[in-house]
Structures are given as C-alpha cells and as structure tokens.
C-alpha cells in the first residue's frame, strides 16, 4: 500500500522557518526521487524542490537560498527545511516522487501570516 504522510505545517510569520518531513512506503522511496510541491488557493500545484536518491537537488527559483531539501533514506523520509517564509509561501505543501504519480497525501498546511 502506497503511504504519504506530511506533517510539521503550521502558522508562522513572515521571516520565521519551518521543517516539514515525508515519510513514505519503504518500496516507493528507496528506488525514486523524492519532491515536495504546493498548491495556494486558486493555483495549480507546483514543484518546490526535488531530490535525487544520490542527492541532486532542484529548487524553483522562488524559494532557491531559502530552502533545503533532504533527504534519509534509512528511514524513508524526506525533509524541506524553510527558511526566510514569505507570505507568498502560504500553501498545501505535499511530498510525492520526482515527477510524481497519481496518488497524494493529505498535504500540511502552512501559513506564513503576521
């Protein structure tokens, strides 16, 4: 059974950080790459940052400097540390493989807000 789980959203204000964290089935992530992406309301769902299984990463130009991907595999879990949070970060934030497949978690929401 595939199994999505994000968690580590919340409220913060402008300029403060946030860690989200993934874990996902053990047969999905050992073998792909990972990617966090957001979803603002009325906005299409858009790649945050993705992560090769050797450790590549990619980031949109929005949040490149200001966030950091990682990830650990013995624990089928990938991170995305925010850094500088702007209120233009205010999203659904999901993980999924790099590109990603039909299913999605639940998402975490943050809100960046003061």
């Known amino acids: 059974q595939v199994q999505l789980v994000e968690s580590g959203g919340g409220l913060v204000q402008p300029g403060g950080s946030l860690r989200l964290s993934c874990v996902a089935s053990?047969?999905?992530?050992?073998?792909?790459?990972m990617g966090w992406y957001r979803q603002a309301p009325g906005k299409e769902r858009e790649l945050v940052a993705g992560?090769?299984?050797?450790?590549?990463?990619n980031y949109a130009d929005s949040v490149k400097g200001r966030f950091t991907i990682s990830r650990d595999n013995a624990k089928n879990t990938v991170y995305l540390q925010m850094n500088s949070l702007k209120p233009e970060d205010t999203a659904v934030y999901y993980c999924?493989?790099?590109?990603?497949?039909?299913?999605w978690g639940q998402g975490t929401q943050v809100t960046v807000s003061s």
């Open positions: 999924n493989l790099w590109p990603p497949f039909a299913y």
């Open positions: 053990g047969s999905i992530f050992s073998s792909n790459a």
């Open positions: 992560i090769t299984r050797a450790g590549s990463t």
